[in-house]
């Protein structure tokens, strides 16, 4: 029999506590004498689900782990200045427990009043969450009386707030943003509408082989730039100077380039390149005249004669899949072709999908978010959850199509 997952909206949330798992693992700074968020928006993607839970009259317990602080208290991963943020994006008081767990936190979910949202303290801060400690889920659910998963990033992570929580949750089911994920990422997976074009960048091959490998079938044309291109130049005989490259990075670039030419996939490298010295040398940066990088150079972004032939390229798209930038964008000097490449990428008429930290980042950057059908906040996940893996997080949450949780 067929199974599906519940939908936060099939849930009676009416005077219950619902516990959402939401990912708030945000990037902080330090701010006189605090610490303050400096990016909120995977905070701004679970509010259609928390004014959901509000608007339902359900007291709404949001749950989040925040950095690696190993089952440890940890002052700087407190989820604090989230709270803050969170407070301030809703326009209503947003109370933070002292523990995610214990009688303090059970009391105050207890006393909660429909409409109420509470932000637990890091879930990290116990080893039991990532260990998916018996002990640890019980005392998450004395806090539960609904469970709502809207942390698509966490979901392929077998913890007890993704996993072993859900289980006793007889009533339980995805949030917005999860039902977003795996509205356009299933698609994406599955059957993406032709011509497709997938773009990749960023530093390493062998974190990015098995989606290569499970698209190539699917794809039209395959785009590279960024760290991974000079993998793929160098295995083609040309000059890439000091740009990194080691040598297994070379043999996978290889194999790419070998199943492409037999299922007659056309891969797209850069043609010229920016480069400097090094990361630091700004004032001597050049571009070059075509493909081959001096000994004493290293390449740091796309040059122009590649941004047009990548803008031809695209052109007649459907569905454009981009993840990785195409140089080292974090110095804003070396940024001018990743954020050139949103602006193109935008324009087209295609189906246009975006996945990873840095690729949401440089697409906000560049200011063509809102041109974009869909950018997943899934990070890490986004591309597991493409190359066909299955996650417990979402497992967890199917039912039979006859009612049965």
């Not at 972004?301 to 941004?307: E, H, N, Q, R, S």
Request: proline share 3%.
């Amino acid at each position: 029999m067929q199974k599906e997952i519940r939908k936060i909206q099939e849930l009676d949330l009416r005077g219950k506590r619902v516990f959402v798992r939401v990912d708030f693992n945000v990037p902080l700074k330090h701010d006189g004498d605090k610490w303050v968020v400096t990016d909120s928006k995977r905070i701004e993607g679970a509010l259609e689900t928390i004014r959901h839970v509000i608007a339902s009259e359900g007291k709404c317990i949001l749950a989040s782990h925040l950095g690696r602080p190993k089952g440890k208290r940890d002052s700087k991963y407190s989820l604090e200045p989230v709270g803050a943020k969170l407070s301030e994006l809703l326009g209503k008081d947003v109370i933070l427990t002292d523990d995610c767990i214990g009688d303090g936190a059970k009391s105050l979910s207890l006393r909660m009043r429909n409409g109420d949202v509470l932000l637990l303290e890091n879930l990290r801060f116990h080893e039991g969450e990532e260990e998916n400690s018996p002990d640890f889920v019980a005392k998450l659910l004395e806090l539960t009386d609904v469970y709502v998963n809207d942390a698509f990033g966490t979901m392929h992570r077998a913890h007890a707030s993704t996993v072993g929580l859900p289980k006793m949750v007889p009533q339980r089911g995805a949030g917005f943003l999860v039902q977003k994920e795996l509205q356009y990422l299933s698609k994406l997976r599955e059957l993406p509408e032709r011509p497709f074009m997938l773009i990749m960048g960023g530093a390493k091959i062998s974190d990015k082989i098995s989606i290569l490998e499970h698209f190539l079938p699917k794809v039209d044309k395959v785009f590279i730039g960024g760290a991974m291109a000079y993998a793929f130049l160098k295995s083609q005989g040309h000059s890439i100077g000091k740009s990194l490259c080691d040598e297994k990075q070379e043999q996978l670039a290889s194999k790419i380039l070998k199943i492409a030419d037999a299922r007659r996939v056309k891969i797209l490298l850069p043609v010229d390149h920016v480069m400097a010295r090094s990361l630091k040398d700004v004032a001597g940066m050049k571009t070059t005249e075509n493909t081959e990088i001096p000994n004493d150079f290293l390449g740091v972004d796309v040059g122009p004669k590649t941004l047009e032939l990548f803008k031809s390229e695209l052109d007649g798209a459907k569905t454009i899949f981009w993840n990785g930038p195409m140089g080292v964008f974090e110095q804003p000097e070396f940024a001018k072709g990743t954020f050139e490449l949103a602006r193109i990428i935008a324009e087209t008429a295609a189906l246009k999908l975006a996945g990873g930290g840095d690729s949401a980042a440089a697409i906000s950057q560049s200011g063509s978010d809102s041109k974009f059908d869909f950018i997943s906040t899934g990070g890490g996940a986004t591309l597991e959850f493409l190359e066909g893996r299955e996650f417990a997080g979402l497992k967890v949450l199917e039912f039979r199509k006859t009612g049965d949780a």
